[in-house]
């Protein structure tokens, strides 16, 4: 079994004066969180979705899947957490109730406001879940990338050969994230709120996927301004 799971617990604090969260604003005619949606719905490699949205949403979530009229029984919609592997968590344990999921199942856990991902990227994502049993999407640094450990002098600058940017989806086998995710202490989940640095901490090799540069996140009013013109380039 294929779940993919949506992660929308946030509000966009980060969109500026929007009066609802980011993945709600419409591109298209439509709200950002439906185009995502749709992807995993054509893709046919999927069973089945769980949405995990911000407690205060979860109405509005199930409204506007009756609007357009998904498949309620393939589509279910959980209150997301405080960060994003306690929305993950609130996924699978929504997910479990629905359909009895195994510790095979694969879970391909997205950015609710990434709608540019592919098929492909998502076939690959299982592919590599179902090999390794973890894998993350990502694509090579383009820019040097400079860390300063004091935010005012630069401390290292790695090799950009080496530098990857981090997308979604993330995937993982359900009993691979059971095993990590409840080997961390209560100090360690506050602190990493990115699941494939859990396991790469418990010393799990992460898979790398391919990702894509459209793959992007939109999260400041540029970013949403590009996706609308990406969208209107492709009618």
């Keep these: 079994m294929v779940i993919a799971g949506i992660v929308a617990g946030g509000i966009g604090v980060r969109m500026g004066n929007s009066s609802i969260p980011k993945q709600f604003l419409e591109i298209g005619g439509k709200p950002i969180i439906l185009h995502t949606i749709e992807k995993f719905l054509v893709s046919p490699d999927i069973d089945y979705i769980v949405v995990g949205v911000h407690a205060d949403w979860v109405d509005y979530m199930e409204d506007l899947v009756r609007k357009y009229h998904y498949r309620e029984n393939r589509i279910?919609?959980?209150a997301g957490g405080d960060n994003r592997n306690e929305t993950i968590e609130n996924i699978i344990k929504k997910a479990d109730e629905a359909w009895n999921i195994d510790e095979n199942t694969i879970f391909v856990t997205h950015d609710a406001v990434r709608p540019f991902v592919t098929l492909e990227i998502i076939e690959e994502n299982i592919r590599a879940a179902e090999k390794y049993g973890v894998c993350d999407t990502v694509v090579e640094a383009t820019d040097t990338i400079v860390q300063s450990s004091n935010h005012e002098f630069i401390t290292e600058i790695p090799l950009r050969s080496e530098m990857y940017?981090?997308?979604t989806p993330?995937?993982?086998?359900?009993?691979?994230f059971r095993e990590v995710y409840y080997s961390m202490s209560k100090e360690e989940l506050e602190i990493v709120t990115d699941a494939c640095k859990m396991f790469f901490l418990r010393n799990y090799p992460v898979h790398l996927v391919k990702g894509s540069v459209l793959n992007f996140k939109i999260t400041y009013p540029f970013d949403l301004k590009m996706a609308k013109n990406m969208l209107e380039e492709t009618r």
């Design 76 to 78: 279910v919609i959980t």
């Design 165 to 167: 940017q981090g997308q």
């Design 170 to 176: 993330q995937s993982f086998k359900y009993g691979l």
